[in-house]
């Protein structure tokens, strides 16, 4: 089973950086879990998608949220997963959350199916304020 943690969430001003990383204890090497994903919990609302990515081959796809300020990559040979968040403003603040699961997930055709990913963090909180 796939272990999950995130880290490098923190408090930062509006308009800095950060990158979140997610470590996998290991994936099981099939289709079960191809597909990784970064979520957002703001206060008071439901989790929704940020960025998905299909490892094997790179494949990231996005979602509303504004692609030139969230980008998504990752580190085969960490296991791990990035979500750089750049110009963060106040509306940015939330609990962050990684995912894993079968690697349809990655190519949604209307909406990601956020409660079918089968492997998650704890979450990383992340605030902006001045």
């Known amino acids: 089973q796939v272990q999950l943690t995130e880290s490098g969430g923190g408090s930062v001003q509006p308009g800095g950086s950060l990158r979140l990383a997610c470590v996998a204890s290991e994936y099981s090497g099939g289709r079960s879990d191809e597909c990784t994903g970064w979520f957002r919990q703001a206060p008071g609302k439901e989790r929704e998608a940020i960025a998905l990515?299909?490892?094997?081959?790179?494949?990231?796809y996005y979602t509303n949220f504004p692609k030139g300020r969230f980008t998504i990559s990752q580190d085969n040979a960490k296991n791990t997963v990035y979500l750089q968040i750049d110009n963060l403003n106040p509306e940015d603040t939330g609990m962050y959350y990684c995912a894993a699961g079968r690697n349809s997930l990655c190519f949604p055709t209307y909406e990601p199916a956020i409660a079918e990913f089968a492997y998650w963090g704890q979450g990383t909180q992340v605030t902006v304020s001045s």
């Open positions: 990515l299909y490892r094997p081959a790179n494949t990231p």
